[in-house]
């Protein structure tokens, strides 16, 4: 067994086996979104060759690179957008991407849903929430989300599935993640994407339904 397909497993283990803790009949196992951003392709390969399927991306154009022709060889990949979209990449970004983790904006949500429209591929979506109100973040505010999540719906028609955050990275994630499961529920949403390499059991024990995992899968990432 190489190196990545025993982390891979050993990250599936432990998903498991929080999930299982939580001690509620019908909980499903939260996915695996492996982040490949900066990573060598190598890596990916043999990741892909370990059997796993989801991944995630935060730039467009590397990931077009990395993911374009072999998302036709291998038709049951999915890939997750998890990197801020300026609307000039929306075109491709509708093309390539299964899943669009960061709409947060009306610019945005209106673009998507004209490009989804004339593409005819209507994407699963998340809304990006910025729990910790980070000036630098992408993502809605708090008192901005209901508001937000009802535009993309009722406005743009955009199948929004959940909500997703990455919380301040010198804060305990806990109550970001509190915080979002709570928004998620008066919306009527039923994902949650959070948790990242050092936190996404705490996420599950948060509800977390599916979880970003980068360099606990593949190690640093290179610089750019
Ligand atoms: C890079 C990235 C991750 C993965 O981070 P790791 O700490 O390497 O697991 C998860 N989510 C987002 C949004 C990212 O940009």
Known sequence: MNSIQDNLKKIDEKIRAVTQKQNQDNL??????AVSKRQP??????????GHRVFGENRVQEAKQRWQARKIERPDLELHLIGPLQTNKVPDAVMLFDYIEVVDRMKLAKSLAAEMLRQGRYLKCFVQVNTGEEPQ????????????VRFCREDCGLNIVGLMCIPPVDEEPA??????REMAKRNNLSELSMGMSSDFEIAITFGATSVRVGSAIFGAREQH
């Open 28 to 33: 499903s196992i939260p996915k695996l979104v």
């Open 137 to 148: 973040k992408s993502g809605v505010l708090p008192g901005n989300t209901d508001e937000f």
């Open 175 to 180: 109550m970001h993640f509190a915080l979002l």
């Open 41 to 50: 392709d190598n890596k990916v390969e043999q990741s892909i060759l370990a």
